[in-house]
């Protein structure tokens, strides 16, 4: 029974898979079959009746055959075709000829796209000819008016353009027969061509219009603005001379010369119509003119330079020489009593040495100047750089001078921190003295020696001829922290002693109770008036804490209240 079941639900699947791919596939046929409608209704044969406004002649009259043969083609023969398939397609389908059917329909729809292609391909060149005439009827009309503008400047204005202008007119009668060769085209139909014709003209127009506009200045530069501006160049340089003026080095009339050559080149280049090359060329050598003009500006500049600074910086090596003077003086005074470091003396013998040399420098500088033998900027580069190591010497002296001021500076501060210092021992031995403790531990009093003793050590140092600062500085560093150790230690030791004493008063309360506590107070006692303050306090506070559990943490509050009413 389940077997038949089986079998029946297999069978049921399979007739509505059947039934369900026969649907797609007659539903894929009548897509198909509405593509093809959609391409017959196609308005190609209206689209192929606005050709016939157009000169039937030539190009158009040969397009619009290919064209219309084409689609005749599409209409008799492959729209057709693709229905007589449609049918056969049918046809296999009610066989039950699924597989053949599914390759016939894919056939169909490459036949029908390929069609549409056909379609685009026409209603694209159709359109394409029908713009171009469109177009140029349109833009002709434009171009003549740029045509007739170009002929009337080059006629009124001959004279602006120079050799150039024979050329200029050859340029304007080939547009003519351009002009003529169009009409001849449109004339017979070939519009595409005659497009080309057009673009061309618009081109060549716009180029010779801008050649128009650029010739003119263009000459105008080579013959008068530039020449002009070389011919001030070499009066300025002949002048500069005259004064005094060392100029070899720039070769200005070898370089005027070489410019003169080119523009002559340039003036050619234009009578060639090479403008966009001359105006290239031209730019660039009015750079180089303007560059002249900088060389020469330059040597002027120096000259004033050289005058107003020569006196400034030979006053600077004087004054620096002077302060170098007074430096050694100061630097043997200080070798007495500090002991100055190998690099530190070698540093001011080199101030010596460059000073001496900078000195030398300078007179050959000013030996120049003088003879006027050499280029006022090469001596101004030298007088600059001159300069620039004086400010560096300046500067290095001035942190040698500094590192001199800074000894003595040193030594005053150690002088005043070994004060502080004992202030702050004789401050730990008062606070000692007001506690009034029955007497200080052993470890106590030999760091509180050791301390003293290194202040000690301190101030021997410092009267030692000639006086080491970097051992000083390490002397202090030492006495500091040993005096800061036993400052500690004694405010320490203080607030244990007062802790003690205050546990032990706090806990007589418990000894006639309490044998433990009266025993372990005793022993309190007895380390306390040993000067072991610290034992005392473990010791009572231990006692305590047997017989009362917290009782040292109320201790403690019991003294901050007593302090903050203080």
């Not at 004064?243 to 200005?252: A, C, N, V």
Request: with cysteine.
């Amino acid at each position: 029974m389940e077997v038949a079941m089986f079998i029946l639900l297999l069978i049921t699947g399979v007739m509505i898979y059947i039934y369900t791919y026969r649907k797609r596939l007659y539903q894929e046929i009548e897509r198909l079959e509405s593509w093809k409608l959609t391409i017959m209704n196609r308005p190609v044969t209206d689209e192929l009746s606005k050709v016939k406004q157009l000169n039937m002649t030539g190009q158009t009259e040969e397009l619009f055959e290919r064209w219309r043969n084409s689609w005749d083609e599409i209409v008799i023969s492959q729209l057709p075709d693709i229905e007589v398939k449609l049918f056969d397609i049918e046809e296999l389908i009610d066989k039950h000829r699924y597989k053949k059917a599914k390759e016939m329909l894919r056939q169909a729809e490459q036949m029908l796209r390929k069609v549409e292609e056909e379609i685009q391909i026409i209603l694209q060149e159709l359109q394409e000819l029908v713009g171009s005439e469109e177009k140029n009827r349109i833009e002709i009309e434009e171009l003549k008016g740029i045509y007739r503008n170009i002929k009337k400047t080059l006629l009124a204005h001959r004279h602006t353009f120079g050799d150039a202008g024979q050329k200029l007119e050859q340029k304007v009668e080939e547009m003519q027969k351009k002009f003529q060769s169009f009409e001849e085209l449109t004339k017979h139909g070939n519009y595409l061509d005659a497009r080309e014709i057009v673009l061309s003209l618009r081109n060549e127009l716009n180029t010779l219009s801008q050649m128009l506009k650029d010739i003119p200045e263009l000459l105008t530069e080579c013959q008068t603005v530039i020449p002009t501006q070389l011919a001030e160049i070499l009066e300025g340089y002949q002048e500069m001379l005259e004064q005094g003026y060392i100029l070899e080095h720039l070769q200005i009339e070898k370089e005027i010369e070489a410019k003169q050559q080119k523009i002559a080149q340039y003036v050619e280049m234009i009578a060639e119509l090479r403008v966009e090359e001359a105006k290239s060329e031209i730019v660039e050598l009015k750079e180089d003119a303007e560059a002249l003009y900088d060389l020469l500006e330059k040597e002027v500049l120096a000259y004033q330079y050289i005058k107003a600074e020569m006196n400034n910086i030979e006053e600077k090596l004087h004054s620096l020489n002077d302060e170098t003077k007074e430096t050694k003086e100061e630097t043997l005074f200080v070798q007495q009593s500090y002991r100055l470091s190998r690099e530190e003396i070698e540093r001011y013998r080199q101030f010596e040495k460059q000073i001496n040399q900078l000195i030398k420098r300078f007179a050959l500088v000013r030996v120049k100047a003088v003879e006027k033998q050499t280029a006022y900027s090469l001596i101004k580069e030298e007088l600059e750089e001159l300069d620039s190591q004086v400010e560096a010497v300046k500067e290095q002296h001035l942190q040698f001078r500094e590192m001199l001021q800074m000894l003595r500076k040193d030594e005053l501060a150690a002088r005043e921190k070994v004060n502080e210092m004992k202030k702050k021992i004789a401050e730990a031995m008062r606070l000692v003295k007001k506690s009034r403790l029955p007497g200080l531990p052993e470890a106590y009093k030999l760091q509180l020696d050791e301390a003293k003793d290194s202040l000690m050590r301190v101030a021997l140092r410092l009267e030692e001829k000639p006086l080491n600062m970097e051992a000083v500085n390490q002397a202090l560093d030492e006495a500091i922290a040993l005096v800061q150790r036993i400052y500690d230690l004694t405010i320490e030791m203080l607030e244990q002693a007062e802790l003690a004493e205050k546990v032990i008063q706090y806990g007589n309360r418990y000894r006639s109770r309490y044998r433990s506590v009266s025993e372990g107070l005793e022993e309190a006692e007895l380390s306390f008036r040993s000067f072991e303050y610290e034992l005392a306090l473990e010791q009572a506070v231990a006692t305590i804490e047997k017989v009362e559990p917290g009782a040292f943490q109320r201790i403690q509050e019991l003294i901050n209240q007593e302090k903050n009413k203080e």
